[in-house]
């Protein structure tokens, strides 16, 4: 139900794009309002939401340690746990560059099964692993990659790019394997919460948007690219990213219409993105488990709302107990008789 | 109520959830599962809000008249107080990589023990009472209206999570759940909704300086009783002092190893320790009736109790003019020791750097916060041949060990115990690498949750422990668990006792009583326990 709603969503944002810049012709607020919107809202809202994170307090140190420590005595030293449990600063971005580069957690990931006779058993699971960083590399490449459309001369790291993604040479135009790949990777994503009955589950439709959304903009720019009616004439697209990039936009004659639901289809993916788990992109370099040294023990770090609190002190525990405590022979602060002296005293004042 | 057989329970155990969306399957609490209600005692004596008697089984919660803005208002000031909670709460991805990581969940098969959907249950309010997206797009945006039964399910299942940090190392942003449960439960006690478990040793740590309300005679009884098997069996009665101005050293421990057994046995090992250190070194380590409480029941209830019941130690390491704290073997209590005591009550400028004065080791790691793990301590004299020992005498047990949630996903503290375990005992096996390290699983009882009453899910989650503990015992013939904490002493031996019985367990520094060899000593005969000792059972 939630994967359906999410798919009728994004089938209406398809038809949505087509009515507009189709049969109503609006091609302008397709091609330059809405794109202008969505840039301007993921740019304001995503800065919006890291300084939002940003602002909030970091009152204690809880790096999740996943290795011996490394400042603990000289004895129990690992090279390698370093960057699982860092001491330093500089270990701590070794971490996160593992963290953000590679998914150094998702390569952790194991699997659980219970066998008959009780037998526990757990296996290494990369497959999640492994299609997290196709999906997420092809998809830098993919938008690389398109930064030819908004540059004049194209740098030669992107005609580079280019080569290297269609060496394969199958199809005309030749086939971008990061197409191919990050298609199988969704696939992977998808499926997986459609059939593990615990991801299906835990999906929300939150989970299922991204999905169809980023699908739909895969296959509809291959569309364009290598299928007969769907195919579209690169140059007057070009020409209105350029003008885009240039803030003087105009919209060529002859851009068909894949282009458009393709392009408000990647608008919308932008302007959601703020607002949604996406974030995660940003949030990852501010997660407190991952990006603070475990030097705890040896240097001081203030909590900056650390507030005086209510004790019960010694005397108070003496006060309370002290009779028990002489009996016991253990030491006191003030010996019973000054205590029983003091309140005659106060007795007496009280007279 | 009685739990099922463990065959049965295994059999049990399915890990298929229903196929309804999880938002509509009514919330159940099963008798096994939760702990009894804080009475409202313990909640006046430390002045948390909303004491009175309530049960978690009656529809009437007796909340306060404004419980929802309370709880809509706290969660507010957290997300500014707390970055952890606001990116946590924004930035999951449902992947699933920490689903199976739970240990309540693997034994349990509840799908809301998913450290995933229990993070759930309060990122909906979250989403559906305080951002936009969630207060116009209600469910699609993954949103919910928090209302009493929502309440009840986040107490429900907040009370089963022992903020073991296990699905923390999976995910592949570090979301924590044991973070999440901290803040929840935070939210629920502001309006009075802890358990008695916890409500009761807070209030009689903040009181009579411990969890178990030992009163100060009472402590020095129950030392002084140790003593007296430490004679029997040694020939030799350990002089311990208690709040001794100008010792040398403070040391303090969880309760529970004046207590319960088998702790008790590890607090012996500490005595004998501490007389050879007098007796050979003259090192002079005072305990504290007054801060007699390592543990911190007020981390599983705020952020604020937790300041107030670990101020103790500062206060009396001040009072009483030592060098520096040493601490004993628990999970907890090294936690908030290590990542929140300097921020919260320190720095302790009267205090000095520790340095060991057996062998000059410098613990530069402890030096904004001086004070050290006995085991650090212990493995640096180890290191350089301070002790003398006798490993035989612990030739009876075949020893694996269980890392502790905290040492090992707070810390790091993984070699430090090993070391010295290898250093007493000669037969040493480890568990599934799965299974240990960082990677280790809950006794099933942290974070509070060691009561009679919820047995069942202490049980459950106690399952992979315990199961790993099986692998070794049929592989190597293992027959003793060690740990270095004392809710696991307690913990452990009941989930033992159900899963696996032949197997006992032991903290670090019962084996390194049993090995070390006091100067003067008569000929053992027996162990800490009362048990003969390797080679002297024919004697009988």
């Known amino acids: 139900m939630k994967a359906i709603n999410s798919l009728i969503l994004v089938l209406a944002l398809i038809v949505i794009a087509m009515l507009g810049a189709g049969a109503l012709g609006i091609e302008y607020l397709f091609g330059v309002i809405i794109p202008y919107l969505a840039v301007f809202i993921f740019i304001v809202g995503f800065i919006t939401k890291m300084v939002g994170w940003g602002k909030s307090a970091v009152p204690f140190r809880i790096p999740t340690t996943c290795g011996q420590a490394t400042k603990s005595l000289p004895m129990f030293k690992d090279k390698w746990s370093r960057l699982d449990n860092p001491g330093t600063k500089l270990g701590t971005i070794g971490r996160m560059f593992l963290e953000v580069v590679l998914f150094r957690s998702l390569f952790r990931n194991t699997r659980v099964e219970l066998h008959p006779g009780q037998y526990i058993a757990y296996s290494s699971s990369k497959w999640l692993w492994i299609f997290a960083l196709i999906f997420h590399y092809t998809f830098l490449i993919i938008v690389i990659r398109h930064l030819r459309f908004f540059t004049e001369p194209i740098p030669g790291v992107i005609v580079f790019l280019d080569q290297v993604d269609s060496m394969l040479q199958i199809l005309v135009p030749p086939l971008f394997i990061s197409s191919a790949l990050i298609l199988v990777a969704l696939g992977y994503l998808l499926l997986r919460r459609f059939f593990v009955p615990s991801m299906r589950y835990i999906s929300q439709p939150a989970d299922y948007v991204p999905l169809f959304l980023i699908i739909s903009i895969v296959v509809s720019g291959m569309l364009m690219r290598y299928v007969g009616p769907f195919k579209t004439d690169l140059m007057p697209v070009k020409e209105l990213a350029m003008g885009l990039v240039q803030f003087s936009p105009t919209v060529p004659e002859g851009i068909g219409l894949t282009f458009y639901v393709h392009f408000f289809l990647f608008s919308v993916l932008l302007m959601y993105f703020p607002f949604s788990k996406l974030m995660h992109m940003g949030g990852v370099f501010l997660s407190p488990t991952r990006n603070l040294p475990n030097d705890s023990r040896e240097k001081h770090h203030p909590n900056p709302w650390n507030y005086p609190v209510k004790l019960h002190t010694y005397e108070d525990y003496e006060n309370d107990f002290r009779e028990k405590m002489v009996e016991a022979d253990l030491p006191v602060e003030k010996p019973l008789e000054e205590m029983a002296e003091e309140t005659s005293e106060n007795d007496e004042k009280k007279e | ?540």
């Open chain 2, 1 to 540: 109520m009685a739990i099922s057989k463990p065959d049965v329970l295994y059999r049990n155990i399915s890990h298929k959830p229903p196929e309804t969306n999880w938002m509509d399957v009514p919330l159940e609490i099963k008798p096994g599962r939760y702990c009894y209600a804080a009475d409202p005692e313990p909640l006046e004596y430390v002045g948390m809000p909303n004491p009175r008697k309530w049960n978690p089984l009656d529809d009437d919660w007796k909340l306060p008249e404004n419980w929802k803005e309370t709880v809509i208002s706290g969660m507010k000031e957290r997300l500014e107080k707390f970055r952890s909670f606001k990116v946590f709460m924004d930035i999951c991805v449902r992947c699933g990589a920490c689903a199976d990581k739970c240990h309540y969940f693997i034994g349990s098969g509840d799908p809301k023990n998913m450290p995933v959907l229990r993070a759930e249950l309060l990122r909906s309010v979250y989403r559906g009472e305080i951002t936009k997206a969630g207060q116009i797009l209600g469910r699609f945006a993954g949103g919910r209206e928090l209302t009493e039964n929502v309440l009840k399910e986040i107490w429900y299942y907040y009370y089963q999570c022992s903020e073991c940090r296990r699905c923390s190392v999976f995910c592949p942003y570090g979301i924590d759940q044991a973070e999440i449960t901290i803040i929840g439960r935070e939210l629920l006690n502001l309006l009075g909704l802890n358990i008695d478990w916890i409500a009761k040793p807070a209030a009689n740590c903040y009181r009579t300086g411990n969890h178990l309300g030992i009163q100060p005679h009472a402590f020095k009884d129950m030392i002084d009783f140790f003593c007296d098997d430490i004679e029997e069996i040694t020939g030799i009665r350990p002089e311990p002092t208690f709040n001794k101005k100008g010792a040398d050293y403070l040391f303090i421990t969880p309760s529970g190893d004046v207590f319960a057994d088998p702790g008790t046995y590890t607090c012996m090992g500490y005595l004998i320790l501490f007389h050879y250190l007098k007796e050979e070194y003259g090192m002079d380590i005072t305990w504290s009736t007054y801060a007699s409480e390592g543990g911190n029941f007020g981390f599983f209830t705020s952020h604020e109790l937790m300041k107030r019941l670990n101020a103790k130690m500062y206060m009396e390491a001040k009072r009483l003019g030592v060098k520096w704290i040493l601490g004993g073997e628990c999970g907890h209590m090294w936690r908030v020791l290590h990542q929140y005591m300097d921020s919260m009550n320190g720095p302790p400028d009267f205090l000095e750097v520790p340095v060991s004065p057996i062998t000059g080791t410098r613990f530069q790691h402890a030096a904004s916060t001086k004070m050290i793990h006995i085991v650090e301590f212990v493995a640096d004299l180890m290191k350089h041949n301070k002790l003398r020992l006798d490993k035989s005498r612990n030739d009876n047990l075949r020893v694996t060990f269980h890392d502790s949630c905290n040492p090992s996903r707070g810390l790091g503290f993984l070699e430090e115990p090993r070391y010295v375990i290898n250093k007493v005992c000669n037969n040493f096996f480890e568990m599934p690498l799965e299974t240990i390290r960082e990677q280790t699983f809950c006794c099933g009882g942290g974070s509070g949750l060691n009561a009679g009453e919820n047995e069942e899910i202490r049980m459950m989650g106690g399952l992979p422990r315990a199961n790993a503990v099986k692998s070794v015992r049929d592989r190597h013939g293992v027959n003793m668990l060690a740990n270095i904490c004392a809710i696991d002493r307690a913990t452990l031996s009941a989930m033992m006792a159900y899963w696996q019985p032949d197997v006992g367990v032991t903290g670090v520094h019962e084996m390194v009583g049993n090995a070390l060899i006091l100067p003067g000593e008569q000929e053992r005969e027996t162990d800490l326990r009362g048990e003969p000792l390797p080679g002297k059972e024919e004697d009988e």
